[in-house]
């Protein structure tokens, strides 16, 4: 991963984007890390997307409302986990359900 001081990527802005895009910069400021730079590619299996993304509204109320329902049902035992392992397998052969062609 590249590493960059805030001033050389100020004077040097140009290049600066060019690095990132093909990886990572770290930024320093008084030789210690003060932000990262990365390409949207990069970003793009990041949770940061989600962070800008415009959402619909009504959105995070209608969140919170299925989160509540769901730990409330939760704590009067109307529902049950699933061990991670046991939920991933019914996941998987959800998908290979779906993705065997069907016979006509």
């Known amino acids: 991963m590249k590493t960059m001081t805030a001033r050389d990527a100020k ?3 140009g ?3 060019d690095a990132m895009q093909r990886e990572p910069v770290i930024v320093t400021k008084n030789n210690r890390p003060v932000g990262i730079m990365l390409s949207i590619e990069d970003a793009a299996d990041t949770l940061i997307p989600e962070m ?3 959402k619909e509204a009504g959105y995070d109320e209608w969140f919170q409302k299925k989160v509540t329902k769901t730990l409330d049902a939760f704590a009067k ?3 049950q986990t699933t061990a991670h392992d046991e ?3 019914r996941v998987w052969q ?3 359900a779906k993705a065997r062609p ?3």
Do not use: P, Y
């Open 11 to 13: 004077t040097h802005f």
């Open 77 to 79: 035992g109307k529902t």
């Open 87 to 89: 939920a991933m397998e």
């Open 52 to 54: 800008f993304m415009e």
């Open 94 to 96: 959800r998908v290979q």
């Open 15 to 17: 290049e600066f984007l």
């Open 102 to 104: 069907t016979s006509a």
